[in-house]
């Protein structure tokens, strides 16, 4: 709102959109462009991943509960370029659709952190079935599968970073 203020300082034109109810046409555009189902903004950086990892291990061990009972992480390995991820990421995104993280490595990998429930399983077979009926993706190599997460908080980081390789 400081920079709109100071935008409307600068400028007459502007200054009559902010008067003229303007200010409710930006709040609803910025509303509009947040809440698009945007795969690439779906895909958070890998830290992203880590962080929530480490937030959930450590909810986990205020509840008594070992990070491998109730978290397991969905591994999608692709060729690495960008658009295999692209694709990949749509059908994951499909499949995944109620708010589990999902980070890109460096490695082209993507890494979704579910719930360990019987569900996964099932949601991970369908992203399999999903990625090999996808015409734009035939020829290219893609692996998926469920990685159970150690049964201890003090592996559980140096377990990631070795799948994010």
């Not at 509960?65 to 499909?94: C, F, K, M, W, Y």
């Not at 579910?114 to 999903?130: F, I, K, M, P, S």
């Amino acid at each position: 709102m400081a920079w709109f203020r100071l935008l409307a300082s600068h400028s007459r034109r502007f200054r009559r959109v902010l008067a003229g109810g303007g200010i409710i046409h930006l709040a609803n555009g910025w509303a509009e462009g947040l809440l698009q189902d945007d795969t690439a903004k779906a895909v958070a950086p890998f830290e992203v991943l880590r962080l929530r990892l480490h937030q959930q291990v450590q909810r986990g061990h205020v509840l008594g509960q070992n990070p491998g009972a109730h978290l397991a992480l969905v591994v999608i390995e692709t060729d690495g370029s960008a658009e295999s991820v692209l694709h990949v990421a749509q059908h994951a995104r499909a499949a995944f659709r109620t708010g589990e993280t999902m980070a890109a490595t460096p490695s082209g990998k993507l890494i979704i952190l579910a719930r360990r429930d019987h569900e996964v399983r099932e949601r991970t077979l369908q992203l399999t079935e999903a990625i090999r009926a996808d015409n734009e993706l035939v020829g290219t190599s893609v692996r998926v599968w469920i990685e159970p997460l150690a049964t201890s908080a003090d592996h559980v980081d140096s377990h990631l970073l070795g799948l994010a390789c």
